[in-house]
């Protein structure tokens, strides 16, 4: 049967950890969220390693990770450690599909070498705005364009520059599953954007893009920081006559503070709470709570949740865990 015949309008979801850190409550939310989307319509789940930050990937995290999904009580169908058609399905071992999407890139006349650093262009930028990306490429690099039959420019490897792909001006709207009609111009927000790093690994736009059409996605659910990403990959989708999978951005769980849930907030892994002998069950069913799709205090397996899934709509609202809360997530106890 041919690849794609095979998965002919099945619902195929996926959660995408990076190996970065011990997973916590907010990430756990998030991955039971794309796990419930995918059983909810009888889909299949995979499990893909983010693992082209190099800088930043710790060894053994990724085993950890998977193993502490486990405990909670997810499984995927196809992943690093159980295989299936679209291996490998972790990232640093899928190069090779990267390199043809940027030689596609190149060939269209879309790509560019971009010598600038952040500081050039922090300078250069003419409104410079502390957005999380920092700001708006300034356009410096733009008209040197990659040759694509000079082999060096695209030459797997560190390099003395980045490549970016351009950008046209205008709005790219989208119809997300849980944030509804949403448009960006990344254009304006962000410009042309990096597609491969100096250090020679595909960027993330680049390879969540290839990734998600190579492993046949129909749905991405992710956190809703990746809101604003979704433009810029769908400009690729487009400029690699790629298919545009349905979007689901999940709300954030946020720490006292406002923020991103993140460790300095005290945020508890699952690893934490694994240890302290808390019950998967009691985890599961605090993070279905937060969504309303537990009663408070309920013991869980997400399993039981999947029924109560279907057709629920999800807040469109951050969830704030308060100190107290997060006290009690130590403790292992029960409520908000
Ligand atoms: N690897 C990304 C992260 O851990 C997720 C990317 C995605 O789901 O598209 O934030």
Same mark, same amino acid.
């Given at each position: 049967?041919?690849?794609?015949?095979?998965?002919?309008?099945? #619902?195929?979801?996926?959660?995408?950890?990076?190996?970065?850190?011990?997973?916590?409550?907010?990430? /756990?939310?998030?991955?039971?969220?794309?796990?419930?989307?995918?059983?909810?319509?009888?889909?299949? &789940? $995979?499990?893909?390693?983010?693992?082209?930050?190099?800088?930043?990937?710790?060894?053994?995290? =990724?085993?950890?990770?998977?193993?502490?999904?486990?405990?909670?009580?997810?499984?995927?169908?196809?992943?690093?450690?159980?295989?299936?058609?679209?291996?490998?399905? #972790?990232?640093?071992?899928?190069?090779?599909?990267?390199?043809?999407?940027?030689?596609?890139?190149?060939?269209?006349?879309?790509?560019?070498?971009?010598?600038?650093?952040?500081?050039?262009?922090?300078?250069?930028?003419?409104?410079?705005?502390?957005?999380?990306?920092?700001?708006?490429?300034?356009?410096?690099?733009?008209?040197?364009?990659?040759?694509?039959?000079?082999?060096?420019?695209?030459?797997?490897?560190?390099?003395?520059?980045?490549? %970016?792909?351009?950008?046209?001006?205008?709005?790219?709207?989208?119809?997300?599953?849980? =944030?509804?009609?949403?448009?960006?111009?990344?254009?304006?927000?962000?410009?042309? &954007?990096?597609?491969?790093?100096?250090?020679?690994? /595909?960027?993330?736009?680049? /390879?969540?893009?290839?990734?998600?059409?190579?492993?046949?996605?129909?749905?991405? $659910?992710?956190?809703?920081?990746?809101?604003?990403?979704?433009?810029?990959?769908?400009?690729?989708?487009?400029?690699?006559?790629?298919?545009?999978?349905?979007?689901?951005?999940?709300?954030?769980?946020?720490?006292?503070?406002?923020?991103?849930?993140?460790?300095?907030?005290?945020?508890?892994?699952?690893?934490?709470? %694994?240890?302290?002998?808390?019950?998967?069950? %009691?985890?599961?069913?605090?993070?279905?709570?937060?969504?309303?799709?537990?009663?408070?205090?309920?013991? #869980?397996?997400?399993?039981?949740?999947?029924?109560?899934?279907?057709?629920?709509?999800?807040?469109?609202?951050?969830?704030?865990?308060?100190?107290?809360?997060?006290?009690?997530?130590?403790?292992?106890?029960?409520?908000?």
């Amino acid at each position: 049967m041919p690849h794609g015949a095979k998965f002919a309008r099945m #619902v195929r979801g996926r959660f995408a950890p990076s190996p970065t850190g011990a997973l916590h409550l907010g990430n /756990a939310r998030t991955a039971l969220l794309a796990w419930l989307h995918a059983r909810a319509h009888g889909g299949a &789940f $995979v499990m893909r390693v983010e693992d082209l930050d190099v800088g930043r990937v710790r060894p053994g995290i =990724m085993q950890t990770q998977l193993d502490e999904l486990r405990w909670l009580g997810l499984d995927w169908d196809e992943g690093p450690d159980v295989g299936g058609p679209c291996a490998p399905y #972790v990232q640093s071992r899928r190069q090779a599909l990267y390199d043809a999407a940027l030689r596609r890139l190149a060939e269209d006349g879309r790509l560019f070498q971009c010598t600038c650093s952040r500081r050039d262009i922090a300078q250069a930028a003419s409104a410079p705005h502390a957005g999380e990306e920092g700001p708006r490429y300034p356009g410096t690099c733009r008209a040197r364009l990659v040759d694509p039959s000079v082999p060096s420019l695209l030459a797997h490897g560190r390099a003395h520059f980045a490549l %970016r792909v351009r950008v046209e001006a205008g709005d790219v709207c989208f119809s997300d599953g849980v =944030m509804g009609d949403c448009c960006f111009d990344p254009a304006a927000e962000t410009g042309d &954007f990096v597609v491969r790093r100096k250090d020679g690994a /595909a960027a993330y736009q680049l /390879a969540v893009v290839v990734d998600d059409a190579a492993m046949r996605m129909t749905h991405v $659910v992710r956190g809703a920081d990746l809101l604003s990403s979704t433009a810029r990959q769908i400009l690729l989708c487009r400029a690699l006559a790629l298919p545009v999978p349905e979007f689901v951005h999940v709300p954030l769980m946020l720490g006292p503070d406002g923020e991103r849930l993140a460790k300095r907030h005290g945020a508890v892994s699952l690893g934490e709470l %694994r240890e302290a002998g808390v019950p998967p069950e %009691r985890v599961a069913g605090w993070l279905a709570a937060t969504c309303g799709l537990a009663q408070p205090g309920e013991a #869980v397996a997400p399993a039981g949740v999947v029924a109560r899934f279907h057709g629920a709509r999800l807040s469109t609202a951050p969830t704030t865990v308060t100190q107290a809360g997060l006290a009690r997530r130590r403790g292992g106890g029960a409520g908000g």
